[in-house]
């Protein structure tokens, strides 16, 4: 067996050394460099482009605006339609390129380019009491925006105990270190190397954009420096590094964005404000459970994020009500970012589930398994496997949660806290938006394997974990199995997302090893090979399979200045059978890393009167670093899913993401007797409410 | 009458031990000369601004992030990147060190944390403090803590901190 062996992560070497190549880095020959020109309005008009001294310029081999770029597919999502207008829906949108023989010369060109605008007012901020809040159809991921049952007002109203607070989260930004970036060289047929965590998704939105035919466009991107769901999409970039070398006369076009350019283009996980209640018996029983949340999406796309749809299935009780409300902002399109709406939401509930066990007086774990549903309560459907309550004991055990006082050591008050959290298995996803996964498996000869799957590895250990499940149902070892991935001329697979990519390609592996073995038998000849698929979940209809965890957070805060460490922190997971433990650990801790990173750091400053996002680069927008992070561990409960799959692997990283920051939040009110809504927990709010008290 | 014509220099570098001769537009950084130009892709671009440390090298022998280090001013210079510290298929203790407790997810930080862990612990050996340095005239000693606040300047979006802590503390063992 290989599942279940923490094997050493198989990019690892090319990775140490710096070998692995990523999009920017494929040696090609000869190759122009484009440079992206951005809008400083927020919304209007382009009403002049003067591009005479850019092209005057020597060593410029183009500019492209919105008079010269080529039409692209008016069908294709408005997010990729790059230069076909000169309308300005969002700050930092591109207005124009330079295509150059250095990127020097290509910058020093976009630096002449002379725009002028009519703008009209806009307007970028997210409030509670904004005018033109409005219920959407459904939310992104294709549930209803609303649910109820019972009756929440009378069951608040006569509730021993009640909590209504409102908890706000700022627009975040996925930042991988790794900036988006594309090669593209289009003579006859289109080839790109692409930072991208899906190269058939990716294939189909270009090709659909571009008007030509997506088999003769080819997608390679063995190695992505980190996408957190914001490499899923073709994007402006991309789709003008395409048309820049057709333009050109087929030459290599390179571009990768500015870190200060990914603020404006590579989208960003929506702001949030969102009111929760909670009604409670004397037993710590909820009466009632609302969650409201009210969040920003743009007025040119919609996109609204799923951020109160955890709130219908993660507690029994008999009276719910959640709701999505959305505004339509200047802004650039939210979109999909590591533990989509679960990282909001769960910041909002779990805070106010502390909120409650103070008021009650009861221990907060206590709390939560008193609220344990024995069914999913939004579709009536019991669970394939919830094991939730096991997390929270044997949290409690390895971080010694018993007797927890608050204390206090020299100038620091140190206090703990918890937090549970779930994360849906998004089927839906397969179904209706992405469609089935495929895998090959071909005996080369020598008893060796190829393994081969359009997957994607940003860094999950994808391409180890998929070898290890290989080699199991091939019954090989696993040195006799290599594995292919990040290539559209593999086949085709869905991009990674909603932590499903090592279940789903996984099953299409195994789904293709027991065809070759059904075909080609045991020993087969060099050269057979065959295909298999995943195609969705025959369960779901009968169970519903979601992931699960606790998390325990300890808070040191300084009396004085507010500063706020996290000296300890531990996840206990509920995600089915691991199979590698050694990247499946570094995907968790990683993941609780930018929990931690969301809850003391991470914040969007928006200015109202320019429309865009000011603190556009690390030394402004915060992000966790090796100072912040001290103990930190994850374990997990090893228990496999018997209906997720095959494997009985259930989605695993962004679990990581969830319960942290309501975590740390609970953790800072236990030390301190402050209690933070709004995130991040930063020193000034603390000292401010301290003085405010 | 603005100039228009890049401004060029020929400057020779030593790059993992080879001696490569080019001519650099002056506005080009050590990054960029090192990527663009000569194909050693194994310092990585993460910013361009100093703030992400990915870009980090070895020159003559400390640690710098090279998008601040302009090519024309380095005329000379011995760089070694994360690749010239493995010699062929051994790995540097510290690379070893980082596959062993799986110090890196997607890589793309990593070759500037390897490169920025060598250059640190050289800074620890020859005795220089750092912000957490509780007395300035001892040895220093390399707890978790200075491991943590001498690599701040490296950022990890996949957060694998913690591995490289462990990973950097085995190498210096
Ligand atoms: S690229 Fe040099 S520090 Fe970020
Ligand atoms: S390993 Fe991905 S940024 Fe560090």
């Excluded at chain 1, 999409?233 to 048309?243: E, F, G, K, N």
């Excluded at chain 2, 910013?47 to 090279?66: E, I």
Aim: hydrophobic share 45%; with cysteine; charged share 20%.
């Amino acid at each position: 067996m290989s599942i279940g062996i923490p094997v050493e992560r198989m990019d690892g070497r090319a990775k140490v050394t710096g070998t692995a190549p990523y999009a920017y880095e494929h040696q090609v020959a000869d190759p122009l460099y484009l440079h992206l020109i951005q809008s400083t309005i927020a919304r209007g008009q382009v009403t002049a482009i003067d591009v005479a001294a850019a092209e005057a310029l020597p060593g410029v081999a183009a500019v492209l605006t919105h008079h010269t770029a080529p039409r692209l597919a008016p069908d294709a999502p408005a997010e990729f339609r790059a230069l076909q207008s000169g309308e300005i829906v969002h700050h930092g949108q591109v207005i124009a390129g330079v295509v150059a023989e250095s990127p020097h010369i290509a910058r020093h060109a976009a630096g002449l380019v002379r725009v002028t605008y009519d703008a009209r007012p806009h307007d970028v901020r997210l409030r509670a009491d904004h005018p033109d809040l409005y219920t959407p159809d459904m939310v992104a991921i294709g549930a209803p925006a609303d649910s109820a049952t019972g009756d929440t007002h009378a069951a608040l109203a006569s509730a021993p105990f009640r909590i209504d607070q409102t908890y706000t989260t700022s627009a975040m930004f996925h930042s991988p270190i790794e900036p988006h970036a594309t090669t593209a060289i289009w003579a006859d047929d289109l080839t790109v190397y692409e930072a991208s965590q899906g190269v058939h998704d990716f294939t189909a939105l270009l090709a659909q954009a571009l008007g030509f035919p997506a088999d003769r466009i080819r997608v390679i991107a063995p190695h992505v420096g980190g996408a957190f769901g914001s490499k899923g999409l073709a994007r402006p970039h991309a789709v003008l590094a395409a048309l820049a070398s057709r333009m050109t006369g087929g030459r290599a076009v390179k571009v990768a964005l500015t870190r200060r350019q990914m603020f404006a283009l590579t989208n960003h996980r929506p702001a949030t404000v969102q009111r929760v209640q909670l009604g409670a018996d004397a037993d710590g029983r909820l009466t009632a459970l609302v969650h409201d949340a009210i969040l920003s999406t743009a007025r040119y796309e919609e996109y609204v994020e799923w951020v109160a749809t955890s709130s219908r299935n993660m507690y029994a009780t008999p009276n719910r009500r959640t709701t999505h409300r959305a505004v339509r902002l200047d802004v650039q399109m939210p979109a999909p970012m590591r533990a989509p709406g679960e990282a909001q939401g769960h910041f909002a509930t779990e805070s106010a589930m502390d909120e409650l066990a103070t008021a009650i007086g009861m221990d907060p774990i206590e709390l939560r398994i008193r609220n344990e549903p024995s069914a999913d309560a939004d579709t009536g459907l019991p669970w394939s496997s919830r094991n939730l309550v096991e997390c929270l004991r044997l949290g409690a055990q390895r971080f010694g949660w018993a007797g927890r006082g608050r204390r206090r050591e020299g100038d620091w008050l140190i206090g703990t806290g918890v937090a549970a959290a779930t994360l849906p298995t998004w089927f839906k996803l397969i179904s209706v938006a992405y469609g089935p996964s495929h895998a090959a498996v071909e005996h080369v000869g020598n008893g060796r394997y190829l393994v081969s799957t359009g997957a994607s590895d940003a860094g999950t250990g994808a391409r180890t974990a998929l070898s290890q499940i290989a080699a199991d149902a091939l019954s090989v070892p696993l040195s006799d199995v290599d594995l292919e991935l990040g290539d559209n001329a593999l086949p085709r697979a869905m991009l990674a997302a909603g932590s499903m990519g090592t279940m789903v390609w996984g099953s299409a592996i195994v789904a293709a090893a027991g065809e070759f073995r059904r075909l080609h038998g045991t020993d087969p000849r060099p050269g057979a090979r065959a295909e298999g698929a995943m195609t969705g979940n025959p369960h779901t209809e009968r169970v519903t399979i979601d992931s699960f965890h606790a998390v325990f957070a300890e808070a040191a805060v300084h009396a004085e200045t507010g500063e706020i460490r996290v000296p300890r922190l531990l996840g206990v997971f509920d995600i089915g059978r691991v199979v590698n433990p050694r990247t499946a650990r570094s995907q968790l801790i990683g993941g609780m890393t930018m929990g931690l990173s969301m809850a003391l750091h991470e914040s969007a400053a928006v200015d109202q009167h320019v429309g865009a996002v000011v603190n556009n680069d690390f030394a402004g927008y915060h992000i966790a670093t090796h100072a912040d992070v001290a103990d930190i561990d994850a374990v997990w409960l090893d228990k496999p899913d018997p209906y997720a799959n095959e494997m009985g692997i259930r989605p695993a990283g962004e679990n990581g993401v969830i319960g942290v920051a309501a975590a740390v939040a609970n953790a800072v009110n236990h030390a301190t007797g402050v209690r933070i809504r709004d995130l991040p927990i930063t020193p000034d709010k603390l000292v401010v409410s301290r003085f405010a008290r | 009458m603005t100039r228009t014509n890049p401004v060029l220099a020929d400057i020779a570098i030593h790059v993992d031990g080879d001696k490569r001769q080019l001519s650099v537009d002056t506005r080009t950084t050590l990054l960029d000369a090192l990527r663009d130009q000569l194909g050693v892709t194994s310092p990585k671009k993460g910013c361009d601004h100093g703030q992400c440390g990915a870009c980090t090298v070895l020159l003559d022998g400390r640690r710098v992030v090279s998008c601040l280090a302009l090519a024309v001013a380095n005329d000379g210079a011995e760089i070694v990147t994360a690749q010239g510290l493995a010699d062929g298929d051994d790995l540097h203790p510290v690379q070893q060190a980082f596959l062993d407790r799986d110090g890196l997810q997607c890589g793309y930080c990593t070759p500037g944390q390897v490169c920025s862990a060598v250059g640190m612990l050289r800074e620890v050996q020859e005795g220089w403090p750092s912000h957490v340095t509780g007395d300035l005239a001892a040895p220093v000693e390399l707890t978790d803590e200075e491991i943590r606040e001498r690599m701040s300047g490296n950022l990890c979006r996949c957060g694998a901190y913690a591995n490289i802590v462990a990973a950097i503390r085995e190498a210096a063992e």
